[in-house]
Every structure is written in structure tokens, then in C-alpha cells.
């Protein structure tokens, strides 16, 4: 196991030499404040920070205002996606209405909707990289990157055969119109802070 320290912790573990959920065992102590999650068996910390949080808690409660109090929307919940060793906790995921936790106590990623990530500096690359590839093998049918450095959110929809077909891009201060997707939502922009 491998420590590197700066933003985040990064622990490196060699293939299968731990099994997900011993890993997320072991991340019950991590400090308070840190999101956790694994990628390709490679598990990050991150510190959240106000701007992180301000963005997610808005386009949760545009989801909340669009579908109503009781829709299934989540932040940093565990849901294990495709590809090797992904267990990841999405900062916004919206869950089908009728969808039920597996044996297990967790959400199917079949059941995911619509997943927003927040950039965070040391774990941008995953959001862009293999993240958006396990969304797109697992069919989720909208996947958005919001971007407080850049300001800007980027759209992935119609996943086909392992990746997104269609991309919209639109800078901060412009609605993200959703409304020809399977989600049929408009996201406003004008709120989100910079980072």
C-alpha cells in the first residue's frame, strides 16, 4: 500500500489484493469532511470544500424542486459501477422511482438516471476519465461534469456501446437544457460559484 499526501490520500493497491467492501471498512475512519471513494481499485480522499458542496446542494434541490420531495436523490452514497474495482459516490445521482437497494443494502447502478460530478482539483481527472467511461458502460442516461475552475458543465447523454454519443457544453450563467434526454429537467447555472 502506497501513501502520497497533498490535497488527498491516495492509497494504491495492487489488483484484487483487497476486496471493495473491506476497503469501505476501512474507510469508516476516515477523517470528517473527506468524500471517499475507489476507482479502478485506487481509493481517493478528498477534503470538501464550500464551492464543492454550494454546487451539489443546488442541483439536488433543482432535482428535489422538479420531481418532488419524495424523489430517490442521493450525494457520496456508494453504488458500484462496471469496470475494474468501481465503487463510487457521486456527488448528485438520481435514482428510477421504483428501484429497490440490492441484498447488500446499496443502489444498483442500472437504476442510476442522472449523475452530476463536482470537479475537485486533485480528483478532476477520474470525473473526466474513468468515471465518465463506467457511466457510459453502465447506461446511465445523463452524466454531467460541472466545473467551478473552468466554469463550465459539460453534458454526456446516450450512452451506446460503452460511451456517450452526445455532449452539450454550456459555461455557468446559462441553463443546461436537459429536456430532450430521459430526464426531461433544465438545470440553471447562474448560481453555481467559481472556484
Known amino acids: 500500500m502506497t501513501v502520497v499526501e497533498d490535497d488527498r490520500i491516495e492509497l494504491a493497491m495492487s489488483e484484487n489484493e483487497v476486496p471493495l467492501d473491506k476497503l469501505f471498512e476501512w474507510l469508516e ?3 470528517e469532511g473527506h468524500k471517499s471513494e475507489v476507482v479502478g ?35 457520496d452514497v456508494r453504488i458500484d459501477f462496471p469496470g475494474d474495482r468501481n465503487a463510487f459516490c457521486p456527488d448528485v445521482v438520481k435514482i428510477r422511482d421504483d428501484a429497490e437497494k440490492n441484498d447488500k443494502g446499496r443502489w444498483n447502478h442500472e437504476d442510476v ?3 452530476a460530478e463536482v470537479i475537485s482539483k486533485g480528483t478532476g481527472m477520474n470525473d473526466y476519465g474513468p468515471k465518465k ?10 452524466h454531467v461534469i460541472v466545473d467551478p475552475y473552468t466554469g463550465r ?9 460503452g460511451e456517450y454519443t452526445e455532449e452539450m457544453r454550456v459555461p455557468f450563467g446559462t441553463d443546461l437544457d436537459l429536456t430532450k434526454t430521459p430526464l ?12
Not at 454546487?55 to 433543482?62: G, K, L, R
Not at 458543465?153 to 456501446?161: L, M, Q, R, S, V
Open 133 to 142: 467511461i463506467a457511466y457510459a458502460a453502465a447506461g446511465v442516461p445523463v
Open 113 to 115: 438516471e442522472f449523475v
Open 153 to 161: 458543465c459539460i453534458a454526456h447523454t446516450k450512452p451506446e456501446d
Open 41 to 75: 481499485g485506487v481509493v481517493f480522499m478528498v477534503p470538501q470544500r464550500d464551492t464543492h458542496w454550494d454546487i451539489t446542494f443546488e442541483i439536488a434541490q433543482a432535482l428535489v424542486d422538479r420531481f418532488g420531495k419524495r424523489v430517490k436523490v442521493k450525494s
Open 184 to 195: 426531461d429537467f433544465v438545470l440553471k447555472t447562474e448560481g453555481f460559484p467559481r472556484d
Open 29 to 31: 475512519i476516515a477523517p
